[in-house]
Each structure stands twice: as structure tokens, then as C-alpha cells.
């Protein structure tokens, strides 16, 4: 008997799009995906860092709950305040699993008094889809938006590009959102982004993103942008990527985003607990973690790699490296791993074993480069 052939992969409603601009084409998270374009990955990271960037981000899943009890039931399946969310706002959130895990990393933006707008990640949306059903389906109407697409104007000059379509999406502050008509087509704009710079999200009906990319993109400050650029950005920038730096093994507090849980979920709070992992969680706050994620820098030039592992100057094993790259705009080999805590102290030094040999490298605060959100 032959092998099972691998799925066909998905694709997003800019794929035609990608392939016209000569994008070279990757497989991730089911679907045909822009790694990077001629120009390659470096230059639009830089012309992220310097100008603006489009990115095709449709391969996310949006997904919109509705009704009167909706703020309430989200938060008995994560630790974020949800219910006091106020009208326009977005919000970071994570869905956590009896064992205080992770299972996926999301956006919620609060649509309207009783809609809730979610952006999850692309390899769990199905899983959270059918998870939010499973657990909330009778206290609210939840449903999956595959209709729509996302795309992400990120960097310094994106808000002088989008406010020539509408001027006052220069008004949104970091984190707000709003209704915006762009080019024809009624949207839902997020001052937000995963790249550490000023930016949007905008989510729109499927059908019309390929006419809004191609107005985006005859913006003189735009060009289009890949899934490697957005990698090393986020990377920079210090913000995590699921399935890499947190996963359900990781809790929050060892994945240092504590800060996303807001007063009022904490111990002591009004409504603090009743969500999965609650008690491993609020332990951790008090008592802290055998483990910890943190930022690290080579002190020579040789790129660390995920799954690399960290040992101290005796080369006993201290972690591993969920993340690594060589930073464009820090200029050095930067990466994230999971170290013992007792070990994870800024300025500390670590090495990595590259190839059978210790590469020096030092414990440093995230982000790497500065984040420029337009507060």
C-alpha cells in the first residue's frame, strides 16, 4: 500500500495575489503562505522597521460571539477580563487547559455590548472553534467567520498610508478598534499588530481583499511583506509564537504574560478564578516558577536555532531555545528560551550548544528592539 498523500493545503483569498508578486511560497499551518518576496526577507523587515509593510495574516481565524452571556461564559475558558472589556478596546488573551497550559494565544476585541470579535491562531482554530461550542455554545452563539479575510499594515508610516483612505483611522490609539469604510469596503480596523511597530489589523469580507491589498499597496509607503519577515520582527520585538514559545505545557507565568491578566481575575479580585487551571496558576503567581522564559543575545555571531539547548559554564542543562534568529535590526543572534529560573537573571551568562560547540550568550530583558505603538 502507498503512503496517504498529505492534505491538499488551504489558501487564503490573496493567494493569486502572492504568486503575481513573485512570492516564494511556503506550507504553514495547512496553508500555502508568502515566506518572503524578490526582495527577500531582510529588506521588508527593514522596510517594516523604516516605512510600511502589508502583510496577508487570512490564514487566522475570526470567530464572533454573541449574545448577553457571552462576556461572562468567555471568561470561564480564560483569565482575562472580558466582561469590563469597554466598547472598541481589544485585548491580549489565552486559553488555558485543566493544567494551566496554553492552548492558544488570541486577540478579542468587544464589538458591541453583547459581541465579542476573536482572532485565534491559524493552526488552532478549528480546536478553539470547537472548544468555545463545546464549553459555551449554550450560553452564547458562537460562530466561525471563514468568509472573512485579515490583512496587517504594520510600521512607522502605516497610519500616513491608511489615513489617505480614511483619515480617521489616525484618531484609533494602540489597542482600539472601529468600524472603517477603506477604499469601498466596510472593515474592521485594530490599531494592532505583531511586529513591535505602530500599525493595523483590518478584517474585511474576502471577496474584497485583494482590491484593498492592491490599494494598499500603491501606497508609496508600502510594500508587501512574508511570513520570515513577521518572524523575525515578532521576534524582536519579544512576543511569543504559539506552538514554539508557549504550548500547553507552558503555563503564563513560566511564558512571563502574567501582566495579561487584569486585577479583577486575580486572587482577591471580583471575579477572580473559574477558569481551567485556575489553581496552578494562581500558585505560580504567589509562589513562582521552577522555570522561566527569557531573552537571550549571542556574543559572537552565530545563530541559535529552535530546539537548542542551553547549558551553564560546566555544561550542565539549563533549557532549550523555542526561538532564534539572526535580529535585522539589533544586528546580533537573538532568541527566546525556557531556563531554570535560578538562572535566568538579566546579564547572566549561558551557552548554547551549536553544532557540539558552547556559543556564549547572555541573559537580557525583551523587547529587542523597541516597541513604537502609537499609545
Not at 559572537?300 to 535590526?329: F, K, M, N, Y
Amino acid at each position: 500500500m502507498s503512503a496517504a498523500s498529505p492534505a491538499p493545503l488551504s489558501t487564503t483569498p490573496l493567494h493569486a495575489l502572492h504568486a503575481e508578486l513573485g512570492a516564494r511560497m511556503v506550507g504553514f499551518a495547512g496553508y500555502d503562505m508568502p515566506v518572503s518576496y524578490p526582495g527577500g526577507i531582510i529588506a521588508e523587515h527593514r522596510q517594516c522597521r523604516a516605512s510600511a509593510a502589508l502583510f496577508d495574516v487570512s490564514h487566522m481565524g475570526q470567530v464572533l460571539l454573541s449574545g448577553a452571556d457571552a462576556g461572562a461564559a468567555l471568561e470561564t475558558l480564560l483569565p482575562q477580563d472580558m466582561v469590563d472589556l469597554p466598547l472598541g478596546q481589544q485585548r491580549y488573551a489565552y486559553f488555558t487547559n485543566p493544567q494551566g497550559g496554553i492552548l492558544d494565544d488570541l486577540m478579542v476585541t468587544r464589538r458591541a455590548a453583547d459581541q465579542w470579535l476573536l482572532v485565534v491562531n491559524a493552526g488552532c482554530k478549528a480546536a478553539d472553534t470547537s472548544h468555545l461550542i463545546a464549553q459555551i455554545g449554550h450560553r452564547c452563539q458562537v460562530r466561525a467567520l471563514p468568509e472573512r479575510a485579515l490583512l496587517a499594515l504594520q510600521g512607522p508610516q502605516a497610519a500616513t498610508a491608511l489615513a489617505r483612505l480614511a483619515p480617521a483611522t489616525s484618531g484609533l490609539r494602540f489597542m482600539a478598534a472601529a468600524d472603517f469604510r477603506l477604499a469601498g469596503v466596510d472593515c474592521v480596523v485594530s490599531r494592532s499588530g505583531y511586529t513591535g511597530e505602530d500599525g493595523f489589523e483590518i478584517s474585511l469580507p474576502a471577496e474584497a481583499a485583494v482590491g484593498l491589498a492592491h490599494v494598499l499597496l500603491g501606497e508609496p509607503e508600502v510594500k508587501p511583506a512574508g511570513l520570515g519577515a513577521r518572524d523575525t520582527l515578532r521576534l524582536e520585538a519579544g512576543l511569543c509564537l504559539y506552538g514554539h514559545d508557549i504550548d500547553t505545557r507552558t503555563t503564563p507565568i513560566e511564558a512571563g504574560l502574567g501582566w495579561a491578566i487584569q486585577k479583577v481575575r486575580r486572587p482577591g479580585g471580583a471575579r477572580a478564578g473559574g477558569y481551567p487551571g485556575a489553581g496552578v496558576i494562581e500558585g505560580q503567581m504567589a509562589r513562582g516558577t521552577a522555570v522561566k522564559r527569557v531573552g537571550l543575545v549571542g556574543l559572537e555571531r552565530v545563530p541559535v536555532r529552535e530546539g537548542q539547548a542551553i547549558v551553564d559554564a560546566h555544561g550542565h542543562s539549563l533549557g532549550r531555545v523555542t526561538s532564534g534568529t539572526l535580529g535585522p535590526t539589533v544586528n546580533a543572534p537573538i532568541a527566546m528560551a525556557y531556563l531554570a529560573a535560578n538562572h535566568g537573571q538579566v546579564n547572566a551568562e549561558v551557552y548554547a550548544l551549536v553544532r557540539g560547540k558552547s556559543q556564549p550568550m547572555r541573559v537580557r530583558s525583551m523587547p529587542f528592539a523597541p516597541h513604537r505603538y502609537a499609545r
